[in-house]
């Protein structure tokens, strides 16, 4: 699974494994729309920095433009040969980049959906992609063990950063440009200095699939096959939090754009939000047939769509349904579906 946050911090897109993408308030988590139309799982999500534009990339092999306020699918972008693993917008919203299993990056004009350039040095899967803040480099992670850097503009090579053992998962930029951050099966996160390629810190430890710095820059989240995610300080390397509660590897990690909120998404199904400055839990959502429920650690809870065969509290040896046990047990709450999840004191 895969997330991203509206540059408003007001929308929350998540991809599923059944072909959808999901956009959900980001306060209340009420489901606002789904977008269908990819053939298989959909892999990456991302926003253009104006919030105009929603960007998907799947099994099916292309990625999809929508608009997120209505759902309205603008392009099918086709040219990968096989599953597309990573997207990024460059800053200005004038690039869309994109990164698949062929061994290629290409980068598209999401105003009509023509491709610019294709990018070929990997030598096997293209994995993860992420621009600069300035917009004048592109940075892909690839399972040839190797970080590389790109002139966006021309599509020309800048720098092979190496020091990977195994596959390199995914890449980010911190907010100033001064660091660029990857992940990889090695067991390490690794800091770089973008504009001479060398490296800065080994943060040994998280054999993860992604990588994030907060909007401030202080912390640097990563997401592990483990089930935890874990929060560094990227100026010495160090450990901050780290945050358990999924049951499988977590795939994604995303913060919002006003550091309130780090969102999670991970093979058990669930998207975990977290409150990054204590490193405390928030709230699980959880898909379901038709929509979603939402559930928080002081009992509250709410449902969108139909709930019956997958979710229930157990008590004992005896299963209920939810709602069943509202009146009887003060500490769990059923929340209206525009009701905020998060405590009013946040």
């Not at 599953?83 to 690039?95: D, E, H, I, K, L």
């Not at 399972?143 to 790109?150: A, E, F, G, H, K």
């Not at 800048?158 to 951050?181: E, I, K, N, R």
């Amino acid at each position: 699974m895969s997330l991203a946050f509206s540059p408003d911090s007001g929308l929350l897109a998540v991809a599923s494994n059944g072909g959808a993408v999901w956009i959900l308030d980001a306060a209340t988590r009420e489901p606002l729309r789904s977008l269908r139309s990819h053939a298989g799982r959909v892999q990456a999500v991302a926003f253009d920095t104006t919030g105009t534009w929603l960007a998907s990339a799947g099994d099916d092999g292309t990625v999809r433009l929508w608009d997120p306020t209505n759902g309205q699918e603008l392009h099918t972008l086709q040219g990968h040969q096989s599953t597309v693993r990573g997207v990024a917008f460059s800053p200005n919203s004038q690039q869309l980049a994109s990164a698949g299993d062929d061994g290629t990056v290409r980068l598209w004009d999401p105003t009509n959906g023509q491709e610019l350039h294709t990018l070929q040095l990997h030598q096997d899967l293209v994995l993860g992609v992420a621009f600069s803040p300035d917009g004048h480099q592109l940075a892909t992670a690839g399972s040839d063990r190797t970080v590389r850097l790109w002139d966006p503009t021309n599509g020309q090579g800048l720098h092979t950063l190496q020091g990977h053992s195994s596959w390199v998962w995914g890449v980010a930029f911190s907010p100033d440009g001064q660091q660029l951050a990857s992940v990889g099966n090695d067991g390490t996160v690794r800091l770089w200095n973008p504009t001479n390629g060398q490296q800065l810190h080994t943060l040994r430890g998280h054999a993860g699939w992604g990588v994030v710095f907060s909007p401030d820059g202080q912390q640097l989240a990563s997401a592990d096959n483990d089930g935890t995610v874990r929060l560094w300080n990227p100026t010495n390397g160090q450990p901050l939090h780290t945050l358990q509660g999924h049951q499988d590897a977590v795939r994604g990690v995303a913060f919002s754009p006003d550091r309130q909120q780090l969102a999670s998404a991970g093979d058990d199904g669930t998207v975990r939000l977290w409150d990054p400055r204590q490193g405390t839990w928030v709230a699980t959502l959880i898909p379901l047939t038709e929509g979603w429920a939402v559930l928080a650690p002081d009992g509250r809870y709410k449902l969108e769509g139909v709930a019956g065969g997958e979710l229930w509290w157990v008590a004992g040896l005896c299963r209920f349904e939810p709602g069943e046990l509202d009146p009887y047990i003060p500490s769990i709450r059923h929340l209206p579906a525009d009701a905020p999840v998060l405590p009013p004191s946040t």
